[in-house]
């Protein structure tokens, strides 16, 4: 499976924050999920694949080119959505495109203006009149208008109505199938990846704990509730995400065998979505009966 983006350890540090040693990669055809907490890293690691952040120390590679040696040719070939608006505010839409278009060596004006009509974006109207959603749209139509291999989204859908989120997931759901593309979404609604994503990264406190297919992720986790005497009864089982209460407790289990286990013991399994996975990973409280 061809990779789009490779990350290796990749450390970055702050004052009161570190990215400490990431790596994971992006397969080539897919939409790739990148979630975690607020402050885990997430859009600190996107400034650093557009190096708009130095890296301390590790590689980044997109399309198989260092993403510094080759940040021309790799920026070319990349369409960005970033959740506030990286435009100039007092341009119309028209001007702002007629500024972004020459940047980029394929800028498909036929493509551009089909996405205006199927947005409704008012070309006449400056940026900082804009809606959110209206924000949004327009960053998606001129990141599809230079037929980009690369679409890196850092929380787009984050405000906007439930009718434009399904919308915008349905343009990267048509624009991923052709296999060439590969799309990295950063987002905190979880929902919307548990809908689209093929992969999910997972990072927290600047460490990613997974990289994995989102079929599979799904399938090796399960949310168990239960008495509070499974706990002491039910065996040397690792559980992630502990919650106690008087009424009994709820974990996740990351191994079939520890599910098998509560559940012949009484434990009552719910399927869990990416969401609960998420809260359970990143809880302070970790059990090892």
Sequence with gaps: MENILEIKNLSKSFKDFTLKNISFSLPKGFITGFIGPNGSGKTTTIKLIMNLLKK????????GLDHVKHESEVKNRIGFVYDESHFYEELTVKEMK???APV???WDEQQFQSYIEKFGLPQNKRIKDLSRGM????????????NADLLIMDEPTSGLDPLVRSEILDILYALIQDENKGVFFST?????LD???????MINDGEILFCTPKDELLENHAVLKGSL???NTAGDLNLTGIRKSSYGFEALSMDKNTTAEFANAGAVIDKPTL?????FYTRKEHLHV
Excluded: P, Q
């Design 56 to 63: 301390d120390s590790g590689e980044i590679k997109v399309f």
């Design 98 to 100: 007629r500024t972004i």
């Design 104 to 106: 980029y060596d394929k």
């Design 135 to 146: 924000k949004i749209k327009f960053s998606l139509a001129i990141a599809l208008s230079h």
């Design 188 to 192: 905190h609604i979880t929902s919307d």
């Design 195 to 201: 809908r689209i994503a093929d992969f999910i990264v």
């Design 229 to 231: 005497t499974l706990l």
């Design 275 to 279: 969401e609960d996975i998420m809260l």
